[in-house]
């Protein structure tokens, strides 16, 4: 069972669009971070949030955290070809092993213009 | 600054050797951690040091893998034996001690293929 759960799996869209990518856990987490990576390279980190109902912007990306902190989402405005990667979540389970971020298995996502 | 940095960039190997792989952590992190990505997939996680503290070998599939840590900086993960679902993208990523939600930054990872 994935502990961090991440839907769609592949999501294919126009430029212009915009588009909510979900990261869903039974468990709950002290902090929860997003990536993106780019093929051939590692994971960037994006955003964290720590607070639960936090809302935290990046230009077009706006990202936010459960109230009780077991779930996140990701939503880009105005999709544009530059957000074409992979999204991963990544959580430190509250109570768990300190540094063992879980990930989830990733949106993979193409913007075409 | 500089920042992770992993070599070698690609490895081909035969079934059955031993392969060594290296990050380089940015300096002053001392949290230092070591997953596999299979094509398309999340990350796996494998192992994870901190400072003088044991490492955390939870992730490592097999006893055909192993890794340390030199003087807190430098780490080497060894495949011993290498086999074909060992192929992967092997990604090393470092933390600052500080950071309590533990935010990693990434190598560009090592592509093995074994043939």
């Known amino acids: 069972t994935q502990l961090l759960e991440q839907s769609p799996q592949f999501l294919s869209i126009q430029e212009g669009e915009n588009l909510t990518v979900y990261c869903n856990s039974s468990s709950v987490f002290s902090s929860l971070q997003w990536y993106r990576q780019e093929p051939g390279e590692g994971p960037v980190l994006l955003v964290t949030v720590v607070t639960g109902g936090e809302v935290k912007k990046l230009k077009r990306l706006t990202f936010q955290f459960g109230d009780a902190r077991k779930d996140s989402s990701l939503h880009i405005t105005a999709a544009q070809p530059g957000d074409t990667g992979l999204y991963l979540c990544?959580?430190?389970?509250?109570?768990?092993?300190?540094?063992?971020?879980?990930f989830g298995k990733g949106t993979k996502l193409s913007v075409k213009p | 600054g500089a920042g992770v940095s992993q070599s070698p960039s690609n490895k081909v190997t035969e079934k059955g050797k031993d392969v060594e792989l290296r990050c380089d952590p940015i300096s002053g992190h001392t949290a230092l951690y070591w997953y596999r990505q299979s094509l398309g997939q999340g990350l796996e996680f494998l192992i994870y040091f901190q400072g003088n503290s044991a490492p955390d070998k939870s992730g490592l599939p097999s006893d055909r893998f192993s890794a340390e840590r030199t003087g807190g900086s430098v780490s080497t993960l060894t495949i011993q034996r290498t086999q074909q679902e060992d192929s992967a993208v092997y990604l090393c990523?470092?933390?600052?001690?500080?950071?309590?939600?533990?935010?990693?930054?990434f190598g560009p990872g090592t592509r093995l293929t074994v043939t």
């Open positions: 990523a470092s933390s600052h001690p500080d950071r309590v939600s533990y935010e990693q930054y």
């Open positions: 990544a959580g430190v389970e509250y109570g768990g092993s300190q540094g063992n971020l879980i």
